[in-house]
């Protein structure tokens, strides 16, 4: 007899108390069912179930082990769904969120790249500085820039977001450049009002310090900081995924480059491991190969 068919019996009855109630949940015959219950004892050699006019209850055995049964059959079926999907077509909406300078500066583009590979994939990307709330939000994959998670979501690491004090050359020139980090206090400084605030924060043998600064601009989005610091309003501490491309042009100078700024984890978030549909699992393993590595592709452009 089919002892995948045998276990799920044997389940069921321990679940409902009953020979009868578990053949009808079964849709089986009670006789049938009580085959299947003597297969599966026959197989494992140990009474299961204790048997009387009444009720039926798990003996010792089966107590230890209904469990291992249960493991079984959803090992299976994993198995099942794993094969199935490798025969069918990633589909449907996935809803993404982001901050809006990671998803304008590299997130889009290989979305827009992995949407080519899976056209029948519609996204969904929103973007914004809160942190997005998966399930209210209906939110499938949020990008996160933090060393700050919850602890109650699977978070899978993408990249390392580094840092670069900079300035335009406009500022330099009329300020000149802070040869310390002390010297900061004398310049002006933008910053970011839900993360540097009123201060940078560097990686020092000690751990990391944080040296305040004079935030005579701030704003809640990296590319409005960014923005501030290309039209020479002052010093900023930006992300090298969204400044790669003015430094490269010298539209901002790196400073204090003897300092390392605080690295932060960028990461996909999502709600559980288990179950979790194709296309969400084809797309988080798309961005780790196209962002993981020792250096994020964008700090490799830089190192060039």
């Not at 085959?35 to 089966?62: M, P, Q």
């Amino acid at each position: 007899m089919d002892r995948l068919t045998a276990a799920r019996v044997f389940i069921e009855i321990a679940e409902q108390g009953s020979l009868t109630k578990a053949a009808e949940q079964l849709n089986m015959s009670t006789a049938m069912v009580s085959r299947y219950l003597s297969e599966i004892e026959t197989w494992f050699g140990a009474r299961l179930l204790h048997r009387t006019t009444r009720k039926v209850s798990l003996t010792d055995v089966g107590e230890a082990t209904l469990p291992a049964c249960k493991n079984m059959l959803s090992a299976v079926d994993d198995a099942r769904n794993i094969a199935l999907e490798r025969n069918s077509k990633p589909s449907g909406i996935i809803r993404i969120a982001s901050s809006g300078s990671f998803a304008d500066a590299q997130l889009t583009a290989v979305l827009v790249e992995f949407q080519q590979m899976y056209p029948d994939v519609e996204i969904v990307l929103s973007v914004g500085h809160t942190a997005a709330n998966l399930v209210e939000g209906r939110v499938d994959l949020a990008i996160r820039i933090s060393n700050k998670l919850d602890s109650t979501l699977i978070a899978r690491p993408l990249a390392v977001c580094r840092s670069i004090l900079c300035a335009s050359p406009e500022y330099i020139a009329k300020h000149g450049e802070p040869k310390s980090l002390n010297d900061l206090s004398q310049h002006y400084c933008i910053t970011h009002d839900s993360g540097t605030h009123r201060h940078y924060r560097f990686i020092k043998d000690s751990g990391v310090v944080e040296v305040p600064v004079k935030g005579y601009f701030q704003s809640n989005e990296t590319d409005a900081v960014c923005r501030a610091v290309l039209c020479g309003a002052g010093i900023g501490m930006l992300p090298t995924f969204y400044i790669g491309e003015h430094l490269n042009q010298g539209k901002l100078i790196p400073l204090l480059t003897h300092e390392t700024p605080e690295t932060l984890g960028i990461n996909a978030i999502y709600l559980s491991r288990e179950h979790q549909p194709l296309t969400l699992r084809l797309l988080v393993d798309f961005l780790v190969s196209k962002f993981g590595g020792d250096l994020a592709p964008w700090d490799v452009e830089l190192a060039r």
